[in-house]
């Protein structure tokens, strides 16, 4: 019975430790990138949070290349920030994908 009330413990220790590590995600940062000229800012918890265009992508001519620039960078930040939570999260699930985890 020892044993069991040890390893309760233990799981809920590491519960808490998950529920931390998830919180912490939104205040790390990642950014995506596209020609130089546009970033995504993202969280770790895959929350777009800013956008920056330089000028020069401004082309009226060529709306469609600078929204392609916007997708392609906001898919790269999105993919960091993904990559950032599987780190974060894979030390308490072992590299397992635990839906609804992260």
Known sequence: MNNMNQMMKQVKKMQEQMLKAQEELVNKTVE???G????VTANGQKKILSVTIK???VDPDDVEMLQDLVLTAVNDALNQAE???NKD???F???MK???LF
Do not use: D, F, H, S
């Open 32 to 34: 995506g990138t596209a």
């Open 83 to 85: 990559e950032l939570a």
């Open 93 to 95: 699930t072992g590299g």
């Open 98 to 100: 635990i839906p609804g």
């Open 55 to 57: 000028p020069e992508a």
């Open 36 to 39: 130089g000229v546009v970033t």
């Open 89 to 91: 999260m894979g030390k």
